[in-house]
C-alpha cells in the first residue's frame, strides 16, 4: 500500500443524547518524542463526522498521534449542566499508527464517560 492510500478519520457520538456530536472541535496532534507538533483543527458536521480526514495522502505518516476532543465546549454549548470543573474537558487520545491504512479512531461520549476503539 503506497503513503498516499493511508488516511487517519475520527467521528463524534454523544450517547447520552443519541445522536451524532455535530460542532465538536477536534485538535490533530504529531508526537515526536517530547515534541507535540499542532497538525489541524476541525469541528465535526451535523452527522459527527469531519468533513475530510484529518489525515491523508502525502499528510498521512506512520507514528504516534494525539487527537484532543473539546468534549466540555460541546457539551456546555449543548444544555449539559456540567460541575466546574467538569469531569470531562478535553480529552486527548494518544494513538500510534504503525502500517499505511486507514486508522478510524471514534469517540463515544457522554457528560460522566467515554470510549475509543480502532474502527474501519
Do not use: W
Request: with cysteine; charged share 20%; glycine share 10%.
Amino acid at each position: 500500500m503506497a503513503a498516499s492510500e493511508g488516511r487517519l478519520t475520527t467521528h463524534v457520538l454523544d450517547t447520552a443524547t443519541g445522536k451524532p456530536a455535530a460542532g465538536l472541535s477536534i485538535t490533530l496532534y504529531r508526537i515526536e518524542g517530547e515534541r507535540r507538533t499542532h497538525l489541524k483543527t476541525v469541528s465535526t458536521n451535523a452527522d459527527g463526522r469531519c468533513d475530510t480526514p484529518m489525515l491523508a495522502g502525502d499528510a498521512f505518516a506512520t507514528g504516534q498521534y494525539e487527537l484532543v476532543f473539546f468534549a466540555g465546549d460541546y457539551l456546555r454549548a449543548n444544555g449539559a449542566e456540567l460541575p466546574e470543573p467538569a469531569f470531562l474537558d478535553e480529552i486527548p487520545l494518544r494513538f500510534g499508527m504503525a502500517e499505511t491504512s486507514h486508522y478510524h479512531v471514534p469517540l463515544l461520549l457522554s457528560p460522566y464517560g467515554y470510549s475509543t476503539y480502532r474502527g474501519s
